[in-house]
């Protein structure tokens, strides 16, 4: 099955700005794999942010977006806050499967 | 209010079995794919099983293949997780979500709270 990978980690600033990516072991990531993104903090379940690359649901803030870039989805964060101190994870379609990335841990600092 | 509640976790011993349930509620339940997903403590998560609106359809991650079943019965709004030959590396916490309709690739949506499953001996 395929293998989808996220950076480990990522370090922002209050205020500013990250991209974080999703790369798939089969080549370049397609809208083919609609690609979504959650959040997730300690001790809680998942929240999805973003569906089929770059569509938010109906509580995910104004400040994220999704996209793809250089073969990859991304997820990118303007304006950072501090409760968005989270790790995120991506997901791609496999066929009828789905396959989760490894995560990426973000600190806001 | 979309609601996912999982129950049936526990302590099994390697090589035993054990079902999960999910009992849904605040959405028409027959309309979606549903899925599985699970979290190993300290780790990431993985996408386990789903199952299609009519149970027709199935897909499994490799892990799991020909031990766990995943099955629904939509006349009770419920999902069920049937795990048997467990081992030490299905201890993890697992999340019933709600995976997707036929019309969208809106997926894993609302996630329940998670059930802990734990194979020690």
């Known amino acids: 099955q395929t293998v989808v990978t996220q950076e480990p980690s990522l370090t922002v600033s209050p205020g500013g700005t990250v991209t974080l990516t999703c790369a798939s072991s089969t080549g370049a990531v397609t809208s083919g794999h609609y690609p979504n993104w959650f959040q997730q903090k300690p001790g809680q379940a998942p929240r999805a942010l973003i569906y089929?690359?770059?569509n938010k649901h109906s509580w995910t803030p104004a400040r994220f977006s999704g996209s793809l870039l250089g073969g990859k989805a991304a997820l990118t964060l303007s304006g950072v806050q501090p409760e968005d101190e989270a790790d995120y994870y991506c997901?791609?379609?496999?066929?009828?499967?789905?396959?989760f990335g490894g995560g990426t841990k973000l600190t806001v600092l | 209010e979309v609601q996912l509640v999982e129950s049936g976790g526990g302590l099994v011993q390697p090589g035993g079995s054990l079902r999960l349930s999910c009992a849904a509620s605040?959405?028409?339940?027959?309309?979606?794919?549903m899925s599985w997903v699970r979290q190993a403590p300290g780790k990431g998560l993985e996408w386990v099983a789903n199952?299609?609106?009519?149970?027709?359809?199935?897909y499994y991650v490799d892990s799991v293949k020909g031990r766990f079943t995943i099955s629904r019965d939509n006349a009770k709004n419920s999902l069920y997780l049937q795990m048997n030959s467990l081992r030490a590396e299905d201890t993890a916490v697992y999340y019933c979500?709600?995976?997707?309709?036929?019309?969208?690739?809106?997926?894993?949506?609302?996630w329940g709270q998670g059930t802990l499953v734990a194979v020690s001996s």
């Open positions: 199952i299609k609106q009519d149970g027709s359809e199935k």
């Open positions: 997901l791609l379609y496999d066929g009828g499967a789905r396959v």
């Open positions: 089929t690359t770059s």
């Open positions: 605040g959405f028409t339940f027959s309309s979606y794919w």
């Open positions: 979500a709600r995976d997707r309709p036929s019309t969208s690739f809106k997926v894993l949506d609302y």
